[in-house]
């Protein structure tokens, strides 16, 4: 598929001539590489034959968004520090979401400022973490909530790191290629009917369109006043259930919980009457076909309203949505009432008892 997004993003070859070639012409001072347990196991190695690599000191951080803090950040600057990184020492981001959003976080912090890049090794760090400059660290139990927008100076993406990457987690990071293709573009639809076997996918196929999508958005709204919104699609319902699910014995991958926000909020773009029955079915049926159906407890509705309340984008007591109007087209700043929503959400219930 045909690219056009920003240049700092490169799709390299699995020989990874492209990250070669970078490293090669920059002239750091020094290179360090941010790794967490499993990504120094697996994916490190994919870059042990380039020159630059075997030279660089390698800082390796606990692996999970428990550690997304700024304790860890802090082991990470001491670590700069002892190894004497300058402004113009490079930080090489070698992981999934987490490792992009905090590396990049401590990079931009560290003496004011260092020069970092990403290499991205979850499909959900490829398509959503590293395009769009958020970065950060949880902070108090709140997500995301400690951070700035700054940009890696190169995106280096390789689809080779799936072949170590649970499909859980692949499966999780699809959701947001599905949310691409819903808010933006009816051929990546068309195109993602074909697949109901993760482990089957070409994607090279479909990843530099998906990232594509993502990129051409935030071009146009870099720090989401508007339309970067849309991107929340299935998001509004889908931070909602992940949060009911967080303390539980079965938290939910985040991906995992947007399927479900995506099918509730087709159910909601329906039942305010600006998406066709028959277009909502067609979503709903085939994230099904892709994710386990999961059940949410509608009985206590006031727990799940709560979780809602946390949504940022609220305004004056009123639910804010990015919707869909068809397939590939998005609105944002629908606001819609608890009414609306408990009925929507018990859609969805009758749907997976049925
Ligand atoms: N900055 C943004 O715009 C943005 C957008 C979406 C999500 N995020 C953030 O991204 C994070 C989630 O990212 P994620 O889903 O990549 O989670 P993650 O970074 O926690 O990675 C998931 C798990 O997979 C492991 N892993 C990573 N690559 C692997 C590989 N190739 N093989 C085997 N194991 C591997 C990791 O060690 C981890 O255990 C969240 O913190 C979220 O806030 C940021
Ligand atoms: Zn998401």
Known sequence: ?????????????????????FL?????????????????????????????????????????????????CEYIWNDLTANNASR???????????????????ASCYKRGMRFINIPTTLLAIVDASVGGKLGVDFNGLKNHIGMFNHPEKVIIQSCFFESLPERQLRS???????????????????????DDLTQVNWDEIIPRSVEIKSEIV????????LRKVLNFGHTIGHAIE?????????????EAVAIGMICEA?????????????????????????????????????FFDYL????????????????????????????GNDLIEECMKNYQELIKA
């Open 219 to 226: 071009a146009q709204d870099p720090t989401e006043k508007g």
């Open 243 to 255: 949060s009911m699910f967080l303390n539980t014995e079965k938290p939910l991958l985040h991906g």
């Open 309 to 336: 309340k946390q949504d940022k984008k609220n305004k004056a007591e009123k639910y804010q949505f990015s919707l869909i109007s068809d397939i590939g087209k998005a609105v944002f700043d629908h606001s819609v």
């Open 173 to 195: 990071g699809f959701a947001e290629v599905i949310k691409h293709a819903l808010i933006a573009d009816s051929n990546l639809w068309t195109y993602l009917q074909g697949i």
């Open 88 to 106: 113009n020492s490079l930080l090489i981001n070698l992981g999934g979401g987490v490792i992009g959003d905090m590396g990049g976080f401590a």
């Open 24 to 72: 090669s012409d920059s002239d750091h001072d020094k290179l360090f590489i941010l790794v967490d347990e499993k990504t120094r196991k697996h994916c490190l190695p994919k870059l042990a034959e380039i020159p630059a690599i075997s030279l660089a000191c390698t800082i390796e951080i606990k692996s999970g968004e428990e550690h997304k803090t700024l304790q860890t």
């Open 267 to 303: 159910f909601l773009s329906e039942n305010i009457g600006i998406l066709s029955v028959s277009k909502s079915e067609e979503i709903m049926r085939y994230i099904r076909k892709i994710f386990a159906d999961i059940s949410i407890n509608i009985d206590n509705f006031d727990v």
């Open 1 to 21: 598929m045909h690219f056009t997004a920003d240049q700092y993003i490169v799709f390299d070859n699995s020989t990874f001539e492209s990250l070669n070639s």
